[in-house]
DNA sequence: TTGTTCTGTTCCTTAAACCCGAACATCAAC
DNA sequence: GTTGATGTTCGGGTTTAAGGAACAGAACAA
């Protein structure tokens, strides 16, 4: 598909800062064998990321720096939805007492950018800046909804449909046909697809022409049913309304 | 000082990456001409960073993706500070009604860990993960209080004295000096030593041995002074205080 | 239409440097 | 003292990064 041309050493630098990551921290040699790679290249590389404050060292192991926290706050300012998002976001929290995300898309996998935890609410994804597949949660399912088919089919091919649970959507057929479903109701309604045991509400976030993201209330599969659950649905609605006409009107201008 | 061996290729590597950040998202030809690389040289690199996901692709114009992001928030997490400062900090917003940051040392800097605007606070630093010479901040200051002369002089050799106003400290000597009443005192006050109109006051969160972070409150220089500074003095206190505590008691299991 | 001038992309060729391996240094533990 | 685990250094062979020039495609003016 793209036989480009490509740096190979920046595939093994970026192999080491992931592994670092994965790692959680590590020391030269235990890199070396997970990346099977040679002990002095490893060296090389992260006395490179070392001068360059990518890294920073404690006794012998080295962890990724707060550099990347820089790159990673610039990069979601730059989506310029923060002042639309956030006070909506926080409101529908404390209204439907659970935990509340906006998400985004980007190449084909869907990121959370801002969290809020009601009252009640458990924390499951952990942290912004997570990314997972679009077909395996209802963020994601609304998001894809607002696609062609065909749009899906390419997303899906090139993606794959990672198992998080039992219940996760394994294939474009039964994708398609939720995702028919879900651009009848406006609302995506998922359960035990991410996490066993959680229940997902979720309804986009739409400009004119592009989708911005869409707004996701998780919580315990048996505390968000009935009149809880209708409930949620309709003030998800008017969140995602609200956000809609922030990021039309307000100080965001894109 | 550190003549030790690098890998050149991570090096153009990153200056795509701080320049793709510095201009805010760019094209080939602009990269290659700020960078004064060959075009296909920049090409080359854009494309293995966009295989790997690091950067997005709009109309021939490249930005950052918010892979970033994942590292970065997973870097801020790694710190496990999350639980311990954020409802301090919250509170201290609440009570001082202005602008409050945590800041953390880094490689001979200081970053902006969290925030929490007031009700009449202004917003200045902008982003978290922004780094700023130590020297030219009261959170840095206070940070530096906690260190000895001489790493204190070690770290100013490294990084100089970048002057962000007229007023911001040029040279150790007065440095150190200043650090030796902050000894005293356990606070940090300044004026227009970081912006311009902006006074901070700031105190330092220390474990037993180490030194965690630090709290600070800014705002308009006018308007912390007599009751409402000193309020805020013993505000801070106490809030860095509670912070402690909670580093040592929580969750937080460091 | 044609020409001009920006883009981004491809390909070739060579000098550079990445990567490996092996040796060395250092520290703990037994 | 010896063993085994680290991190570190260094020379050299061969991959390959990087430059330059040519190509493609779009936008625009004349």
Known sequence: MKPTRTVKTADTLLSVIN????LNGAGV????????????TVHDHLMTLHEHGYVVKEDDTYYLS??????GSYTRERLA?????????????????ETVWFVVEERGQA????REIGERGVDLVCRSGTRTGLHA???GKVILAGYSDERVREITDKQGFDQKTPKTI?????????????????????????NRGVKSVAVAVSGTEE??????????????TGEHLEDTKSLIRSAANEIELRIDNDVCFR
Chains 1, 2 share one sequence.
């Open 19 to 22: 592994q670092l990551q994965a």
């Open 170 to 194: 394994a294939d474009t057929e039964t994708l398609l046909k939720d995702l028919k479903d879900i651009r009848d109701t406006g609302i995506a309604v998922t359960s035990d697809e991410t």
């Open 137 to 139: 949660t209802a963020a």
């Open 81 to 97: 939805l923060k002042e639309a998002v956030t006070p909506p976001i926080s409101q529908l929290a404390d209204d439907t007492e």
């Open 29 to 40: 040699t235990e890199l070396a064998t997970h990346l099977e790679m040679a002990k002095s």
């Open 211 to 224: 989708i911005y993201g869409s707004v996701v209330v998780s919580g315990p599969r048996q505390r968000l």
């Open 111 to 114: 990121v959370y950018l801002y």
């Open 66 to 71: 707060l550099r990347f926290l820089d790159h």
